[in-house]
């Protein structure tokens, strides 16, 4: 996790951007630190971060985080981009719909990010002014969540009595570990195991089973009850027009196109490689050459000191002539292959190599987090959006 800090209005700000993550179902570590802090840490206003290209799959997580906090900012990001893509969002119908303050940003224009830092500074002291509207789940899962609620708020602090209904899923899709932690962490002195605890889970797993569900498929009905929820809201905020032709998306076009992708992927890596390794020679040359000069140098002082003939070998044979060999050899090539490699990944060129390499690393088997997998740089939803963002808050 990364801090920033920021003073606004003479208040002082803390910010910290926690792992870039879809979901807080707790699929990945990245999922279960962000939920584990935004749960367990208090943290005193939750920012969330959300992509106003892709609102849709954004709104998943602002869902799951509303089950969590009840004091939450929706950050809409990337507008510019969004009307590039004749994108247009309703912020105030959203504020609405979600029940929670909405600001729209574009992370270079700092007027927008003053608007956020407004928002949250009021959010931190008005803690009562959002009312977050959860997902309405299906009437047999709003029975279960009901009967649980009770036992579960007789363990659990007034001030904490929001978190009942998340609580009362994380019981009922049987997450061991987690289910741990909250009886750690929020309450204390329940015992999930006892008779009145039990009685409640096999009444609620009845209900479950007469709908064809189950403790163990229970986090897919929840996840497909959120991505209709959002999808239902996406339908009344956003509204597409037409698409402003870029030049950006024009090279996509070509970089990204099943004819042209991995030749020209063949070729900026190959290009890259002959230049690392043509270009490594010179420098390499000059650098054995200096050394070797160097090493005459030494090999005479030590000459001149009458060193023994075991030290002088340990230290010019072995330790010098190892050192110097390493040097000479590795480091031309990686002070130009890495600048190069730089500046493709600065230059978006790497996010379409990955998004033209995600097929066949799936079909290997491989896990997508193999390569930076995205064609418009990190668009990871978290606590903030990414670094520059975090950056432009905290400047």
Known sequence: MRFGYATYHEKKLRFVDIPGTYSLLSHSEEEEIARDYICFSRPDVTVVIVD????????????????????????????????????SIDLDRLSVLLGVPVVGTIARKKKTITHLLEA???ACENTNA????????APFLE???????KPIQEHLAPSSFYLTRWIALKLLDGDVLLTQRIQEELLAGADFEDYRFSSYLTLCDSLLEEQGLSRSNLKDFISESIVAQSEKVCQEVLSQGKESPSLERKVDRILTSKQFGI????????????LTIVGANYPSHLLSVLFE????????????????????????????????????????????????FTLLEDCGFLPRI????????????????AVPYDVHGSDKVGLFYNQSLLNALTD
């Open 52 to 87: 106003a290209t892709c609102l849709e799959r954004s709104l998943n997580l602002v869902y799951q985080t509303m089950e969590i906090t009840q004091n939450l900012i929706v950050c809409v990001n990337l507008l510019d981009e969004a009307k590039k893509k004749g994108i």
């Open 120 to 122: 949250i500074a009021f």
């Open 130 to 137: 959002c009312n977050p509207h959860p997902v309405s789940y």
């Open 143 to 149: 029975s279960c969540i009901h009967t649980l609620e």
């Open 263 to 274: 030749p020209i992927m063949l070729l900026f890596l190959g290009l890259i490689f002959w």
């Open 293 to 340: 000069h160097l090493r005459n140098f030494l090999s005479a002082g030590l000459t001149a000191i009458h060193c023994p003939d075991w030290l002088f070998s340990l230290l010019m044979d072995g330790i010098y002539g190892t050192v110097t060999w390493i040097v000479a050899v590795m480091l031309p090539p990686m002070a130009i292959f890495f600048p190069l």
């Open 354 to 369: 990955a998004f033209n390499l995600d097929k066949l690393f799936c079909r290997a088997g491989s896990s997508r987090k």
